[in-house]
């Protein structure tokens, strides 16, 4: 059989697999209050991030989710791109807010700040910024935006865990910044999320969502608890904790590899468009622009290559479908796609991925 090169594949050593072991004959898989390694996850990623508080949740959907419930966004307009995982939109809705989709910028498919501020009106609330691929998008230039209008920014890190804005990692600027932990993200868990936070208040935010992703409880003393809001089912488990504990160990060592494959990308694919190289960035996605898009992703992978496209806009789907126009976001979605990237590529690997990219396009 031929091997197939994988689009997507966790690092994994001893160490992760010792750290689940060890959870599961300790027999405290689970606990809502976030003791234990859940616990440590938090003051490690704290650390990492340099932000002033830090939530663990049980992915980046919940991040967003309750990240936006703190922000009373019913009724209110939050501008979001189209361009990105569904459930960045879906946490508009899950409180009541309207998504107002934004244009991306065609050189790094993230949100377009001349197009996001055309967009701002009197009902508009915060912007999510999403750092499409792991490559953070213009967040000096949003922020201005943003306190010129008197918005609050949400920064949606799923793909950007590691990443920088210049020499400051992705969490510990903004308000609030969502990230994503999955088996095919930079740091690499079963499931799981967080939300890092920065504001003035931040102890009380904290506070607000460790009740919120725990059903609502608050005022835990032994059996005694009260129920202070409608909270959700949103906690982190402890095997996914102490595997993410781990990964946060050789996170950077991990995006290092992601940059050096990124670099040959960028060097040696005969392709005009494709992801910039850039120090700050992730790499959790690699991203090209064919111009027949189906037939180059049939060859890749009759060639042993799993290639992927993401997204499909959201305001061209059933659900979300309504009169937006946004021109750039509709020419990249026929015409994108990501290439394998992961810390498990080996040389010859990345070179044959070249050689037949090169040969196909």
Known sequence: ?????????????????????????????ASGNGKGNVEKFEREFLKYTNAKECVAVDNGTAALHLSLSLLDIKNKEILVPSFTFITTIHAVLYNGGIP????????????????MERKIGPKTKAIVNMHYGGLPNKIDEIKKIAKK???????????????????????????LTCF?????KNLAMPKGGAITINSKNAKTMKEKLNSLR?????????????????????????????????????????????????KKYNSNLDIQQMMPLNKNCSYHLFWIRVKNRKKFMKNMKDKGIETGSHYIPAHLTSYYKKDTVLPVTEKVANEVVTLPMHPNL????????????NSLI
């Not at 949103?234 to 995006?255: F, H, P, R, V």
Request: net charge positive; aromatic share 10%; charged share 30%.
């Open 1 to 29: 059989m031929k091997k197939i090169i994988k689009l997507f594949s966790p690092k994994f050593n001893n160490k992760e697999i010792t750290a689940a072991v060890k959870t599961l004959k300790s027999s405290h898989w």
């Open 100 to 115: 107002i989709f934004v244009d991306i910028d065609s050189q790094t498919l993230s949100m377009d700040p001349i197009d």
């Open 149 to 175: 209008y008197a918005l609050h920014v949400v920064e949606d890190a799923a793909h950007a865990c590691g990443a920088k804005n210049k020499t400051k990692k992705i969490g510990s600027e903004s308000e």
């Open 180 to 184: 994503s932990f999955h088996p095919v």
């Open 214 to 262: 725990w059903c609502g409880i608050d005022k835990r003393n032994d059996a005694s608890y009260d129920i202070t809001s409608l909270g959700y089912n949103y906690y982190m488990d402890e095997i996914s904790a102490a595997i993410g504990i781990e990964q946060l160990k050789k996170i950077d060592k991990l995006n290092k590899k992601r940059f050096s494959i990124a």
């Open 346 to 357: 080996t040389n010859n690997e990345v070179e044959f991925i070249i050689k037949t990219t």
